[in-house]
């Protein structure tokens, strides 16, 4: 008797399983490529095109088609301006032999990055002005707090920057 109890609610499990398969679209997950916003467009932008292959590397064919082009934005800094240099890489298709040439990619210091070495060079200047200023900062403020705390002040202290 429960055998036949189990083989019937088995059964019973198989047949819900199946128009519930029947009923349920299952859609593939797609994962979102993260994406940039895209430069201001009041930033001056400079067009720089990459010269592009005069016959196929493959096969040495000159018919050549251009399918597309990449173009990848770099931030420039110009002291006190900056302006976005787009760097374009013709895409080519062979007639012949149907391969697809493209110039390699400009080197970026960060993989992926949009900022230049100017970009890079003046944060460094940057941080290092601020590291220095950092023990004149705290010179001046064991100054204050003894000032506060009623203490002397010698008169090298007073001088020092």
């Known amino acids: 008797m429960q055998l036949e109890d189990l083989e019937a609610d088995a059964t019973e499990d198989?047949?819900?399983?199946?128009?519930?398969?029947?009923?349920?679209?299952?859609?593939?997950?797609?994962?979102?490529?993260?994406?940039?916003?895209?430069?201001?467009?009041?930033?001056?932008?400079?067009?720089?095109?990459?010269?592009?292959?005069e016959s196929c590397a493959c096969c040495g064919s000159s018919k050549l088609v251009k399918p597309g082009e990449d173009v990848t934005e770099t931030l420039e800094v110009i002291p006190r301006q900056w302006k976005v240099i787009q760097t374009v890489r013709e895409r080519f298709s062979c007639r012949a032999c149907e391969t697809i040439t493209q110039p390699p990619a400009p080197f970026h210091v960060i993989p992926r990055g949009h900022a230049d070495r100017t970009?890079?060079?003046?944060?460094?200047?940057?941080?290092?002005?601020?590291?220095?200023?950092?023990?004149?900062?705290?010179?001046?403020?064991?100054?204050?707090?003894?000032?506060?705390?009623?203490?002397?002040?010698?008169?090298?202290?007073?001088?020092?920057?």
């Open 14 to 53: 198989e047949l819900a399983a199946e128009i519930a398969a029947r009923a349920t679209s299952v859609v593939a997950f797609q994962r979102k490529r993260p994406g940039r916003q895209p430069f201001p467009d009041h930033l001056p932008r400079e067009r720089i095109v990459v010269a592009a292959p």
């Open 119 to 161: 970009c890079w060079r003046g944060a460094a200047a940057q941080h290092l002005a601020e590291i220095r200023q950092r023990p004149a900062r705290s010179r001046r403020l064991r100054l204050f707090l003894r000032l506060r705390r009623g203490g002397r002040l010698r008169r090298g202290l007073v001088a020092a920057p």
